[in-house]
């Protein structure tokens, strides 16, 4: 496995994030939120997680060349619009991120397509083009997350059927 250095985290995360070993994982505490503000905003816990797995890949520091940061890669205004002071604190990231999937899922009437489509893209691009954008890299994002929300929803079943 590759190591990434310290120092390089630090940089890339331009003074927002705290220092942390890039072994380090935040993931129960991001399993919890997710769950929590997912409940809260009447979000599936399945889309939120398969949001975060596409955006970040579970990296609670993860930062996109586009500035898109934290487990659910919020752009900057964005991030300033849903109350997210650290993009980095995986409770700010993920209580911003689900609120605005819960602002997107009202803003387009309950279609998750659409939801996934415009977090993706933004939402004034895939209000004017509804389900007919085309650009590839849009299809391909709600492709992958339908795919990982609909394994995330199998397992689900089985472990309620174990219960």
Not at 11 to 17: A, E, P, Q, R
Not at 34 to 57: C, D, K, N
Not at 91 to 113: M, P, S, T
Not at 136 to 144: A, E, F, I, L
């Amino acid at each position: 496995m590759k190591r990434t250095p310290i120092i390089l985290l630090i940089v890339v995360c331009s003074g927002v994030c705290r220092a942390r070993s890039p072994d380090t994982s935040d993931g129960a505490e991001a399993e919890y939120y997710s769950a929590a503000y997912a409940e809260h905003y009447r979000i599936p816990v399945s889309l939120v997680r398969s949001i975060i797995q596409q955006e970040s890949g579970w990296r609670s520091c993860a930062m996109s060349p586009k500035g898109a940061a934290g487990l659910m890669q919020l752009m900057p205004e964005t991030a300033r619009r849903f109350g997210v002071a650290n993009p980095c604190d995986v409770k700010q990231n993920i209580a911003g991120g689900v609120r605005y999937l819960a602002w997107l899922k009202e803003h387009f009437h309950g279609d998750y397509r659409l939801v996934a489509a415009a977090y993706y893209a933004g939402e004034k691009g895939i209000q004017k083009q509804g389900l007919n954008y085309r650009n590839p890299d849009v299809v391909s994002y709600v492709r992958q997350v339908r795919a990982t929300y609909e394994q995330q929803q199998r397992m689900s079943a089985k472990r309620g059927n174990v219960r």
